[in-house]
């Protein structure tokens, strides 16, 4: 079969030549050359993702820096490697990388290459694709896992691998941290008075309440129903009882569209101790939290 019969076009009897065809498809089938000094080009590209905002053809064939200059800043060492040892050791190269374009926005792509010998070094057989919005849904997705659909902070799965991370911080280079349970008193009867649409209201405005009244560095999540937890880095038991306090104050005073002073917050605190279990914390932040209700709800107790 020829070239010129391989592949029909618009019509079935419109023939498409190999090379009409590889540049409708949807990415970028290439050769890459590496020669024995270092020097990179690109011999052949065809494909409609070669029309890129920014990448000239012509540059390519002559020189690949064109490109790979343009390569988001930490994606650039590891493609580098990626190439690296696939002509040390002729493995095929899979990776994928952030291109900058000139309007500072920037497209994610899939590289899959086979390398082979050359007599002036090594060339690559490869197809590129463009991933962005592959890479966007992923994205969306991930953040749908770690996030509670309600108040849009951490849920339980995220809040405990946070707090892991910061346990294994702690015991690595010694510092204070503190963990914070809070309890919203007497809940069940928000929603049995006002109706689950206004319980739902007031979870998520407090959630913004929260977010706007602790520090950055600190990472609240959901733990179910109206329970929150709140991890503490770098604060000691001392440090961290005023900023629950302040915050249990902020919510008995907060207008939450209900009757005044209807809601309060019971809150229990702990540290950190060197080498205990993390459930081991969070039962005694928990003790300390059964501890405030059983006082009278509406105050902290560590």
């Keep these: 079969m020829t070239e010129e019969n391989a592949m029909t076009g618009g019509g079935l009897d419109e023939p498409v030549g190999l090379h009409a065809f590889a540049a409708r498809l949807p990415g970028v089938i290439f050769q890459f050359h590496r020669d024995h000094n270092g020097h990179m080009h690109f011999p052949y590209l065809a494909g409609s993702g070669t029309g890129l905002p920014g990448i000239d053809r012509d540059r390519l064939s002559q020189d690949a820096r064109h490109m790979l200059e343009r390569l988001n800043a930490e994606d650039y060492p590891r493609v580098m490697a ?17 291109l900058r374009l000139p309007s500072r926005r920037s497209r994610w792509v899939a ?23 592959q890479m966007a849904e992923e994205t969306r997705l991930r953040r749908l896992s770690d996030t509670d659909d309600l108040t849009g902070l951490a849920n339980r799965r995220r809040l405990i691998s946070r707090l892991d991370e910061e ?26 008075t006002w109706g689950h649409l206004q319980g739902d209201q007031v979870l998520t405005e407090f959630a913004s309440l929260s977010d706007r009244l602790l520090r950055e560095e600190d990472i609240i999540g959901r733990l179910g129903g109206e329970e929150f937890a709140v991890v503490l880095p770098l604060t000691p038991l001392v440090a961290s009882r005023p900023l629950a306090e302040r915050l249990r104050a902020a919510i008995a005073e907060h207008d939450f ?15 950190y101790r060197l080498g205990e279990p993390r459930d081991t914390l969070i039962d005694r932040a928990d003790q300390s939290l059964y501890a405030a209700k059983r006082q009278g709800r509406n105050r902290v107790v560590s």
């Design 167 to 192: 346990i294994a911080r702690s015991t690595r280079h010694g510092t204070p941290l503190s963990l914070m349970l809070i309890d919203l008193d007497h809940f069940k009867q928000v929603n049995d």
């Design 82 to 98: 990626a190439i690296e040892r696939s002509a040390r050791w002729r493995v095929p190269i899979a990776t994928k990388f952030r």
């Design 257 to 271: 569209g209900l009757s005044p002073g209807q809601l309060t917050a019971s809150i229990g605190l702990a540290e």
């Design 111 to 133: 590289l899959r290459a086979q390398p082979e010998d050359a007599k002036t070094g090594v060339l690559w057989h490869g197809l590129m694709i463009d991933i962005t919005e």
